[in-house]
T-cell receptor, first 113, second 113 residues
Framework: DSGVTQTPKHLITATGQRVTLRCSPRSGDLSVYWYQQSLDQGLQFLIQYYNGEERAKGNILERFSAQQFPDLHSELNLSSLELGDSALYFC????????????FGPGTRLTVT | GENVEQHPSTLSVQEGDSAVIKCTYSDSASNYFPWYKQELGKRPQLIIDIRSNVGEKKDQRIAVTLNKTAKHFSLHITETQPEDSAVYFCAASKKAAGNKLTFGGGTRVLVKP
């Protein structure tokens, strides 16, 4: 157990819908990263937050957004869902902005039908 | 941006033999190289990492080597056991990019008893 928690474990929804994925980092970790894992794209970085502020962005679609709250938990919002958004979504946390080690949560499996 | 290539994509070894996975990276500014093990449906688990100021690091049956000049790094697993069967991912990051991880495509390792 990495200490990073994610809810829900599984999510099944229809095209066009909107979902919110939640992540709580390890105790004391200020930095949260979101990654998407799909069969054809592998593990890809989406976005990073540090202490409530967005710090880095990857190839995140405009339909996707995220935020980090004062208690440091983070939410990833996916809207206008398409079949291709079906994937495993992981968050990872690290202690500080420039800390190397990232520890992954158990992931949320999103299925869009 | 950074590009990480990983080979081979699949690797089958006999229990007790060694396994070697190789990765190359493109950005000479990358300075942190972790390896993750992922079992089916589970989170990526950090198993070992190496920083650019070190050439080799060992942890029991696992070792990682880094050649900065050639921009490649490798994972070595000795005395493989069936529980080593999983998908292994290499990654690279640099502090200037907020330590976001760029992953290789993964290697599926099967250890045959």
């Amino acid at each position: 157990d990495s200490g990073v928690t994610q809810t829900p474990k599984h999510l099944i929804t229809a095209t066009g819908q909107r979902v919110t994925l939640r992540c709580s980092p390890r105790s004391g970790d200020l930095s949260v990263y979101w990654y998407q894992q799909s069969l054809d794209q592998g593990l890809q970085f989406l976005i990073q937050y540090y202490n409530g502020e967005e710090r880095a962005k990857g190839n995140i679609l405009e339909r996707f957004s995220a935020q980090q709250f004062p208690d440091l938990h983070s939410e990833l919002n996916l809207s206008s869902l398409e079949l291709g958004d079906s994937a495993l979504y992981f968050c990872a946390s690290s202690v500080a902005l420039l800390s190397d080690e990232q520890y992954f949560g158990p992931g949320t499996r999103l299925t869009v039908t | 941006g950074e590009n990480v290539e990983q080979h081979p994509s699949t690797l089958s070894v006999q229990e007790g033999d060694s396994a070697v996975i190789k990765c190359t990276y493109s950005d000479s500014a990358s300075n942190y190289f972790p390896w993750y093990k992922q079992e089916l449906g589970k989170r990526p688990q950090l198993i070992i990492d190496i920083r650019s100021n070190v050439g080799e690091k060992k942890d029991q049956r696992i070792a990682v080597t880094l050649n900065k000049t050639a921009k490649h790094f490798s994972l070595h697993i000795t005395e493989t056991q069936p529980e080593d069967s999983a998908v292994y991912f290499c990654a690279a990051s640099k502090k200037a990019a907020g330590n976001k991880l760029t992953f290789g495509g993964g290697t599926r390792v099967l250890v045959k008893p």
